[in-house]
């Protein structure tokens, strides 16, 4: 097990790399190197978009962006000659013998209620459509949200006993680089593995301590009027991001459908249309496979999306149920940065961190 000094400074090293990368590529496509490197646009993902927060102990900040950020980057694309396509129209534009210009996609997963405080009204300034990706057990506050548990769990202990799967474990939780360790390592046991016990063991040892974990998603998720309002708004849709938010490709295959096409009807039932959409929970390699991709196109969505990094192609017409999606990540807010977002070739730096 390695300690906690040595885990920030790998978490410091890759977003380092990212960073690095991020600079090189900017510079490149300042200086005209980079032609053909947005491909046919991009499909943006979005968590939180708030007002920046300044706490010491932030293990999930890369999933919240300012206003202002999400403002910029709009601008910055629109002047790169990217054009707006709501992700549900995105097959018809792919399909198009002569496009407009690359196409830029906004998502937004988990429906954060500050999707519609602060993300929202940006997206109407500039008329720019986008989808929200629901899960129904914050909807209905039947599930929980680890990673917003966890961190405020951690950050009131001195000392994180915890059970990740091979037995109980002490972990110091006094310094800042401690709180991060342990952290990581939660998340780590719940990377690529099947998540419900785990969570079920952390939700437990919160309340114990006196956090409600559902009371964490009443406060940050949509609840369902608040979802519908949002879906009347005409540049709004919604899609299916499953019940639970499980990592898909760890559970029975009978579970695994069950999520999805539960999800679906949770949406049709706040919007009285089925979704065609739905976004893989975590969506990366470790979490949506080849199974799960047949699952999408069985049930009958239109697309679906990972979270693996790339640009949009030629290919991706044919590869509806794989696309890629670049994070607007909170730790890279610097408008020269866009372009080199829009690449998602910076993310290729972090690989070897």
Known sequence: MHGPHTVAARRMAKRAAIQGGLEAVSLLARAGLMPGARGLGAIFTLHHVRPATHKQFDPAAHLSVTPEFLDTTIRHLKSEGYVPVALEDLTSFLALPERPGPAMVFTLDDGYRDNDEFARPVFERHSIPYTIFVSGGFVDRTHSIWWETAEQLIAKLDEFVFDFGDGERALRTRTMPEKYAAFDMLHKSLS?????????????????????????????VMNEAELRAIAERPLSRLGAHTIGHVNLAHSPEARMRDEIAKSAERVADITGETPKTLAYPYGDRCAAGPREYAAAEDLGFE??????????????????????????????????????LASGIPFAFSKSA
Not at 207 to 214: E, M, Q, V, Y
Not at 322 to 329: A, V
């Open 303 to 340: 697309l679906a999306v990972t979270t693996n990094p790339g640009v949009l192609t030629e290919r991706s017409a044919g590869s509806r149920y794989t696309l890629p999606r670049i994070s607007l990540n909170g730790y890279y807010q610097r408008g020269r940065y866009v372009n080199a």
């Open 192 to 220: 690529c593995t099947e998540q419900q016990a785990v969570i079920a063991r952390l939700d437990t040892q919160a309340k114990d301590a006196g956090i409600c974990p559902t009371g964490i998603v009443d406060r940050e």
